[in-house]
Nanobody, 124 residues
Framework: VQLVESGGGSVQAGGSLRLSCLVSGDIVSRRCMGWFRQGPGKEHEGVTQIDRRGRPSYADPVKGRFTTSQDNGKNTLYLQMNSLKPEDGATYYC???????????????????WGQGTQVSVSS
């Protein structure tokens, strides 16, 4: 499984970005997938995950601002980020699980496949 993120960049606070994750193989509709992030000097943080039925869940810091979706035909996972805050600045990683169901809470141990990451910077 290969995951390739794109769409990172620099925005001002209050702005929006959409990240994309192109996934090798026909697994977007078959596995639990998600997004993690790691800010400078911080641990990896689970942002969102979505199961094979397209049901998402979100970490509290991003609820109401971020939306994850999937396009099975394009083998692509998306993360729409609105109302960005400086604390959202981080490297964002697309992740995929062995399993079709998602487990809670959003945990690194549930995801075996990781992309290389894409950088998001938010200025105040």
């Amino acid at each position: 499984v290969q995951l390739v993120e794109s769409g990172g960049g620099s925005v001002q606070a209050g702005g929006s970005l959409r990240l994309s994750c192109l996934v090798s193989g026909d697994i977007v509709s078959r596995r639990c997938m998600g997004w993690f992030r790691q800010g400078p000097g911080k641990e990896h943080e689970g942002v969102t995950q979505i199961d094979r039925r397209g049901r998402p869940s979100y970490a509290d810091p991003v609820k109401g601002r971020f939306t994850t979706s999937q396009d099975n035909g394009k083998n692509t996972l998306y993360l729409q980020m609105n109302s960005l805050k400086p604390e959202d600045g981080a490297t964002y990683y697309c992740v995929a699980s062995f399993w079709d169901n998602c487990y809670y809470p959003i945990s690194r141990s549930n995801f075996q496949f990781w992309g290389q990451g894409t950088q998001v910077s938010v200025s105040s």
